[in-house]
C-alpha cells in the first residue's frame, strides 16, 4: 500500500485532537501526518476571557505542540497557510509548499465587524493570545492612568463589550471579578468603573433558558455591569462608542470597546474557490467537502445543518472534538479503503462561566445547574478535554482542580 501524505492545517481543537487520534490509529508504513500551524502551541480558546481579564497566566492556556505530537509520527511545521489549491493537492505557506494525499482543514475563525465604521481599527477583540494579552495591558495600563492623572477622565474606566453571546459574557464576569483587585492596586474607587455590555437582542444569551439568562444577569449586575438590550452599535471610536436604540443614538465615552460578537471562518477557505455557505464549507455527512472526496472539514470551517431546527449548528469546541472523531476514523477509512461512518453532533449539555465562582448551564439534555455546581461542571469539562489531549500528565500540569469556593476573610 502506498504510504500517504495527510495534512493538517490548524493546532485548534478539532485540528489538535484530529492529528492525537491519528498518530494512535495508523501505522508509520501507512501515512506521513504533518500538522501546520502558525503558532508553535495550541490554546485554550475557551479560557482567552481570563486571559483577557488577566485572571490566568498566559503560559496556562498554551500547550505546546511538541509536548501532545509523536515525533516519529508526526511533522509539526510552524507556518502561516496563504492558499488551498484542491485541484492541484498542495497547500501554499508561507515559507514552503505543501502536497497532500488527504487534507484536514480546521483553519478556525476571523473575526466579523459586520462593517461597523472604525470597529476593525480601534475595537479590542479575544479569539487569539495575542490580542487576550494586548487587551489585558491595555486595560490595566488605563487603571495605571487613571491614577496618576490631576483631572481624571471617566472614558479610561468606562468599559464597553459589544455582544451578550458566551464570549461576551464570560469576559464580562471575568473583568467583573477583576476590578475590585485593580481598584486596589491602583487606589482607584470602585465607583469611578463602568462596565457596559451592549447587546443586538432583546436578551443576552438569545436562545439560552431564560430563568437561567436571568440568574446570569443578576449575577453580574450585582458586580457592577450595566446591560444595554437590543441596541445596535453604530461607530467606534479610540475614545467612544456609538450605539443606537428604538431609533435614538447614544455616545458612550470610552478608551475600551470589547467586539464580542461576530466571528467567521477563516477566509482563506473561500479564497481558495471552495463552494462556501455563510462562509463555511457545507460538508457532507462524512466530514468530507462535496467537491473533493479527500479533503475533511473541521471546526469553524464546517457547516452542518441541524435540519430539526432548520439552522446550522453552533461551531463550539464540543462539537469540534466530537467531530474530530468522526474524521479521524474517516481519515483511517479512507486510506485502508474501508466504510465511513457519518457524523451528527450530540450536544451533551453547555455551560457558561460568570467568573471563578459562578456559572450557569444546561447538562444531560435539560438539567439546569448554576452556581458552584454549574462552576464546578464547568471545571470537568475542560479537565476531561485536558485528558483526552494529553493524558493525566497534561492535565495535572494545566487542570482546574479550584473547584471549592473561597470564603472571604
Not at 101 to 106: K, S, T
Request: aromatic residues 8%; charged residues 25%.
Amino acid at each position: 500500500m502506498e504510504k500517504k501524505n495527510i495534512v493538517v492545517l490548524g493546532a485548534g481543537y478539532g485540528g489538535m485532537m484530529t492529528v492525537t487520534k491519528l498518530q494512535r490509529s495508523l501505522r508509520t508504513d501507512e501515512a506521513k501526518i504533518t500538522l501546520v500551524n502558525i503558532n508553535e502551541y495550541h490554546y485554550q480558546t475557551t479560557w482567552l476571557h481570563q486571559n483577557a481579564a488577566g485572571t490566568i497566566r498566559d503560559e496556562r492556556t498554551k500547550i505546546r505542540i511538541k509536548d501532545i505530537i509523536h515525533p516519529q509520527k508526526v511533522d509539526f511545521i510552524q507556518d502561516k497557510v496563504l492558499s488551498i489549491q484542491p485541484k492541484e493537492k498542495k497547500v501554499m505557506l508561507e515559507n514552503t509548499v505543501l502536497d497532500y494525499d488527504v487534507l484536514v482543514i480546521g483553519l478556525g475563525f476571523e473575526v466579523a465587524t459586520f462593517d461597523i465604521p472604525g470597529l476593525e481599527e480601534h475595537a479590542f477583540t479575544i479569539n487569539n493570545i495575542k490580542n487576550a494579552r494586548q487587551l489585558r495591558e491595555h486595560i490595566e495600563h488605563n487603571f495605571a492612568v487613571f491614577h496618576k492623572e490631576e483631572e481624571k477622565n471617566p472614558a479610561r474606566l468606562t468599559f464597553v463589550i459589544g455582544g451578550g453571546g458566551f464570549t461576551g459574557i464570560e469576559f464580562l464576569g471575568e473583568l467583573a471579578n477583576r476590578v475590585p483587585e485593580l481598584c486596589e492596586k491602583y487606589n482607584v474607587d470602585k465607583q469611578n468603573v463602568r462596565i457596559i455590555n451592549i447587546e443586538g437582542s432583546s436578551t443576552i444569551l438569545p436562545g439560552f433558558d431564560e430563568q437561567l439568562v436571568e440568574y446570569a444577569m443578576n449575577s453580574l449586575e450585582a458586580r457592577g455591569v450595566e446591560f444595554i438590550t437590543g441596541a445596535i452599535l453604530k461607530e467606534c471610536t479610540p475614545t467612544s462608542v456609538l450605539f443606537e436604540k428604538h431609533g435614538m443614538q447614544t455616545k458612550i465615552p470610552t478608551y475600551t470597546t470589547v467586539w464580542a460578537a461576530g466571528v467567521k471562518a477563516n477566509s482563506i477557505i473561500k479564497e481558495s474557490g471552495f463552494t462556501t455557505n455563510q462562509g463555511k464549507i457545507e460538508v457532507n455527512n462524512d466530514m468530507r467537502s462535496p467537491e473533493y472526496d479527500n479533503v475533511f472539514v473541521i471546526g469553524d470551517c464546517a457547516l452542518i445543518m441541524d435540519f430539526e431546527k432548520g439552522k446550522p449548528y453552533p461551531p463550539t469546541a464540543q462539537i469540534a472534538i466530537q467531530e474530530s472523531e468522526a474524521v479521524a476514523y474517516n481519515i483511517k477509512a479512507y486510506i485502508r479503503n474501508q466504510e465511513m461512518e457519518g457524523f451528527k453532533p450530540n450536544i451533551l449539555g453547555t455551560v457558561a462561566s460568570l467568573g471563578e465562582q459562578d456559572a450557569i448551564g444546561v447538562i444531560f439534555k435539560s438539567k439546569k445547574i448554576l452556581g458552584w455546581k454549574a462552576t464546578v461542571m464547568k471545571k470537568i469539562i475542560d479537565n476531561r478535554y485536558l485528558l483526552k489531549l494529553g493524558g493525566f500528565r497534561l492535565l495535572l500540569k494545566k487542570g482546574k482542580f479550584n473547584i471549592f469556593p473561597r470564603v472571604n476573610q
